[in-house]
């Protein structure tokens, strides 16, 4: 009777142990929808809002989606008929572009403040609305970006796209904003891929998270990449959620140690 008794509580405690555990695993939550850009509908690398679309995006002016090695050698289909490419090494330029660190597949948006002929008016940009917020709660925005330049030349004026530029990326969270530091690239360049988070409290269930890029100078298409956006409940349960489940389990431990003595 008391082996039952036992074995009674410590299906009780381990139960108790696995909800506490959920409860911590919920302030986790992922709160976006494709943040690596791996599902997509259209061409596999293009021009977002033209010839592919990024599930779960949208976006204003000027904005790419390469998968791996595209971004240097067959470059995304554009709208204006030709093919956008980014300098690397396989186009001439030995800057060590390379695919993003979360999945391969990125996105670039052109952070030239005058985007001739874009999709939409500029500058250019790429959001999404994020649903199911705690108002009051904060949320942490991480994800990789970097600068890199538009290879070729002007098709009008004949200018190449070699001066140095700059670029970084505004973070909009509702009416809030946070920006990237400015990344400095040399002509043809890339500046390496970085990682930067920040935080932001939610003022209702819905807000819309957009990335929006500026750089310069205009006409020597400075392009801001971005992959890997993930956004998480930026605190954590209270202490005494997680010391609830160390106690629990280790009641369970005692009790599973008596049942082993008992047998």
């Given at each position: ?54 599930t779960g995006w949208t976006y204003t002016g ?202």
């Amino acid at each position: 009777m008391l082996n039952k008794q036992l074995s009674r509580k410590l299906a009780v405690i381990t139960l108790s142990a696995m909800s506490l555990s959920s409860v911590a695993a919920g302030a986790r939550a992922a709160y976006i929808q494709n943040g690596d850009f791996s599902t997509y509908t259209g061409t596999a690398s293009g021009e977002l809002g033209y010839n592919v679309d990024a599930t779960g995006w949208t976006y204003t002016g000027f904005n790419l989606l390469y998968t791996p090695g595209s971004a240097d050698t067959t470059g995304a289909p554009n709208h204006f008929g030709d093919s956008t490419k980014l300098w690397g090494p396989n186009d001439g330029s030995n800057n060590g572009l390379t695919t993003s660190p979360a999945s391969g597949n990125f996105v670039a948006l052109d952070a030239d403040s005058q985007v001739p002929g874009a999709v939409g008016p500029g500058p250019s940009s790429i959001s999404q609305v994020l649903s199911g917020l705690t108002p009051g709660q904060d949320y942490t925005v991480s994800f990789y970006y970097a600068g890199a330049q538009q290879e070729g030349a002007d098709p009008v004026s004949g200018v190449p796209y070699d001066e140095a530029t700059s670029t970084s990326l505004q973070v909009n969270w509702g009416l809030t904003f946070r920006s990237t530091p400015i990344l400095n690239n040399e002509g043809k360049g890339f500046t390496g891929w970085k990682q930067a988070s920040f935080t932001f409290t939610a003022n209702r269930a819905d807000e819309t998270l957009k990335f929006l890029a500026t750089g310069g100078p205009i006409g020597q298409p400075p392009m801001a990449l971005l992959d890997g956006v993930t956004v998480t409940a930026a605190s954590v349960p209270e202490a005494p959620v997680y010391i609830g489940a160390v106690a629990a389990l280790g009641l369970g431990a005692v009790l599973r140690a008596k049942l082993t003595k008992k047998n």
